[in-house]
């Protein structure tokens, strides 16, 4: 019996503009709004939370999965011409990039060969993280972090681009023979007994909560 659970919490459509707005001052100037601004496309992005769940050891990160290995080689998959960058190198797969940073810390995936970005400001200990952050989902960019989970750590990415199918079907492949996965709207929950809800119904998951299977459709 399968005892893993992989959990992809998705996030569309947040206001890329409220990265600048968020534990920063008040600026008159911008309540200023002229038409043109108004008028102004509002530019979104998309997050990804990924994280796994040992139900039989009660264990809880993306890390203690038995297929962690399989989860980022799936991601690999996905974004099979990506470029990977950490702030101290470039690497050939998220795996190795992934080992190769501290939590808190990200890295950066891109279709360019070289990027004019400081990515050891993306470090969510900074303060300058968001304005970073931005920076990099306005060229282009997507940002892999590495987060603390209670055992160990889950991965938060970053897109202004919704590349939420490139990375279903990779994923779905590795249903049911490793994990038991579930696709959850992030918009359908905020607190922590919603996030672990496995470990309280599992069998009968909250509205919202998606059970993927191989014949899942999107």
Known sequence: ?????????????????????????????????????????????????????DLNEERFGLNVLEAYDRVLNALQMAFPDIQIFTHTNKYLSIKDAVEAIDLNEALVLSNEDMIDLDISDLNTKKNSHKKTLKKALETGHMTLYKVP???????????????????????????????????????KFNTERHFFFETWTLDRPPHGFE????ETVL
Request: charged share 25%; proline share 7%.
């Open 1 to 53: 019996m399968v005892t893993d659970i992989f959990k992809l919490i998705f996030h569309h459509d947040q206001r890329l503009n409220k990265l600048d707005d968020q534990d920063s001052p008040v600026n008159p100037k911008k309540m200023e709004s002229s038409l043109e601004d108004f008028m102004k496309p509002d530019p979104t992005f998309s997050s990804f939370y990924f994280s796994g769940t």
């Open 211 to 214: 059970e993927v299977h191989p």
């Open 149 to 187: 989970a209670r055992n160990g750590f889950d991965l938060l990415m970053y897109s202004q681009k919704n590349v939420y199918r490139e990375m279903f079907f990779p994923l779905q492949k590795l249903v049911p023979d490793h994990f038991r996965f579930f696709s959850i709207n992030g918009k």
